[in-house]
């Protein structure tokens, strides 16, 4: 496991969580960022992706105008705030690094891999 991720937890509806992802062995700003989920019984798909200079950011249409990811290259970190949360925002939230060629959003570019953290949101 190459990234750390946490902040996640349990959650009513309508509330936020800020999730963290930070790497001991990787200087994440020479990477570009993404951010995974996968709920029980679904398979992991997109949620957000942050290239390594910043300009280029991208959401699943799921998530947008309400999640935003950002980074901070002076801790390390990628950060993924979710506000308005649904309970369909239920699931384990990956973070991935790695340097994808085209599209950010195809988590088979992405080379380093956290272990992840859950998010459950109840209604």
């Known amino acids: 496991v190459q990234l750390q991720a946490s902040g996640g937890g349990l959650v009513q509806a309508g509330d936020s969580l800020r999730l963290s992802c930070t790497s001991s062995?990787?200087?994440?700003?020479?990477?570009?960022a993404g951010w995974f989920r996968q709920a029980p019984g679904k398979e992991r798909e997109f949620v957000a992706a942050?290239?390594?200079?910043?300009?280029?950011?991208d959401y699943a249409n799921s998530v947008k105008g309400r999640f935003t990811i950002s980074r901070d290259n002076a801790k390390n970190t990628v950060y993924l705030q979710m506000n308005s949360l649904d309970p369909e925002d239920t699931a384990v939230y990956y973070c991935?690094?790695?340097?994808?060629?085209?599209?950010?959003?195809?988590?088979?570019?992405?080379?380093?891999w956290g272990q992840g953290t859950e998010v459950t949101v109840s209604s």
């Open positions: 991935a690094a790695g340097r994808p060629v085209g599209t950010l959003r195809f988590a088979g570019a992405y080379d380093y």
């Open positions: 062995r990787l200087t994440l700003r020479d990477y570009h």
């Open positions: 942050i290239s390594w200079s910043r300009i280029a950011i």
